[in-house]
């Protein structure tokens, strides 16, 4: 991993001392974690395992796209709460059926789970991504009695982009909690970096579209965790917002998770006994 001096600012600062090159490393999740691939490679062969072990309720169309559909992991207990899980890689990036795997962790604790997919950039700007991610919600709360879930309390997260996703998703009706991990709460050196050479982010993007620009009065509580391992731009970012969410008087707290990096973190809501998987139980049974 390249590092950067941060005692050296480049002469064409853009963001806290820092021009394009080290923001894009600041913000380089995989570039930092040597065993990124690993991981990655670990949860797609986990979550195809999951599917096919519970194959029941896979690819549910909630749109028009190829992308807009969403599996559903029921845990077989009537009333259940339902967690909805968004997966990361830069809105551009990754797809649910890596992530399947993150539904064991709170399977087993009756709680049944949805995993969504959506259009990725640059096919979808992010207003459309955050479009799609409400209208799956919306479905899963008004119709997810077709499918036997969401009857009871629906618990919004994600990671990493995903992660803003699910900060932005606490302002929909469908949803009663969220719980955002290793999320971007500010788009703003996103737009200034290369991760928008795909993204296309504009000035009022970052402002219409960061959560940390558009926090309201809400009852609805917010975990907002993050590894202590990860870039320094990561964690400053998770900090941020839950100070900010706190400061509008909103119920929520930061929780740093001890030498946790971007990716090794998820196996803290993927295994039963997890700090995320008993945040989640948490947050489900409004405790």
Avoid at 102 to 112: K, Q, R, S
Wanted: charged share 20%.
């Amino acid at each position: 991993m390249t590092k950067l001096d941060m005692a050296q600012p480049t002469k064409a600062a853009l963001w806290r001392g820092m021009g394009r090159p080290e923001l894009d490393i600041a913000y380089d999740n995989t570039g930092a974690v040597a065993a990124s691939g690993n991981f990655i490679a670990d949860w797609t062969r986990r979550s195809a395992a999951l599917r096919a072990r519970m194959p029941e309720l896979i690819d549910l169309a909630y749109g028009p796209g190829e992308r807009n559909k969403v599996d559903i992991f029921r845990c077989g207990l009537a009333n259940a709460p339902l967690l909805v899980f968004i997966h990361g890689g830069y809105w551009q990036r990754n797809s649910k059926e890596v992530f399947s795997c993150m539904a064991e962790g709170v399977l087993a604790a009756g709680i049944d789970v949805a995993v969504i997919g959506y259009t990725l950039a640059p096919k979808a700007r992010l207003t459309q991504i955050k479009d799609e991610v409400a209208t799956a919600l919306d479905l899963l709360r008004t119709k997810g009695a077709n499918f036997g879930v969401a009857k009871n309390r629906l618990v919004v997260s994600g990671w990493s982009a995903g992660g803003h996703l699910a900060a932005t998703a606490l302002s929909f009706p469908a949803v009663d909690a969220g719980l955002a991990i290793s999320g971007i709460f500010d788009l703003e050196p996103i737009r200034l970096g290369g991760l928008n050479d795909k993204l296309g982010l504009t000035e009022a993007d970052v402002e219409a579209l960061s959560p940390i620009h558009t926090i309201t009065r809400s009852a609805k509580p917010l975990v907002v965790a993050y590894g202590t391992g990860e870039l320094p731009e990561l964690q400053r970012q998770s900090q941020e917002y839950a100070r900010a969410w706190q400061q509008a008087k909103n119920t929520g707290r930061a929780l740093p998770l001890s030498d946790e990096d971007h990716f090794s973190i998820l196996e803290q809501l993927a295994q039963p006994g997890g700090m995320l998987s008993d945040q989640v139980i948490r947050l489900a049974r409004d405790t």
